[in-house]
């Protein structure tokens, strides 16, 4: 796998908190396949802004290092925030500098709270605990 920001192949796996990374020990980015992301900061979804990055976001000149001629198009995190994270289209796999991931391991911890509050909301509907008259 070649590193799609510097073309680097010194890209290792690399442990961090139980969820396996790609590390590029050359320009110190990440690799995280589709999936990964969210079940390191325990979001439900990787990107929670759900937005289109193809629609929403400028293509860029990296390369999926896992899909041959896919580039990588930059997206927004979350709304309100200026992160943007580089995304592939085709295999929904994202690169991230390192420090990202330390700002987006502090934005997920909100979203998380709000998740968890929609999804206890939802809960008690179900069980009846709240009746919503429409
Ligand atoms: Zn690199
Ligand atoms: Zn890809």
Not at 43 to 54: C, G, N, R
Not at 91 to 115: M, P, R, Y
Request: contains cysteine; glycine residues 6%; charged residues 30%.
């Amino acid at each position: 796998m070649n590193c799609p920001r510097c073309q680097s192949q010194k890209i290792s796996e690399f442990d961090h908190d139980g969820v396996e990374f790609d590390f590029c020990s050359d320009c110190k980015g990440i690799w995280c396949d589709h999936g990964e992301l969210a079940e390191y900061v325990e979001t439900l979804k990787d990107i929670p802004s759900d937005l289109d990055p193809v629609k929403n976001g400028e293509l860029t000149v990296l390369r999926c290092p896992k899909c041959p001629g896919e580039y990588l198009y930059e997206v927004n995190y979350m709304k309100g925030e200026d992160l943007l994270i580089d995304r592939c289209p085709s295999c929904s796999g994202i690169w991230l500098d390192f420090k990202e991931l330390a700002v987006i391991q502090k934005l997920a911890v909100n979203i998380d709270a709000k998740d968890k509050l929609k999804r206890t909301i939802k809960q008690m509907k179900e069980d009846g605990f709240i009746v919503i008259e429409s």
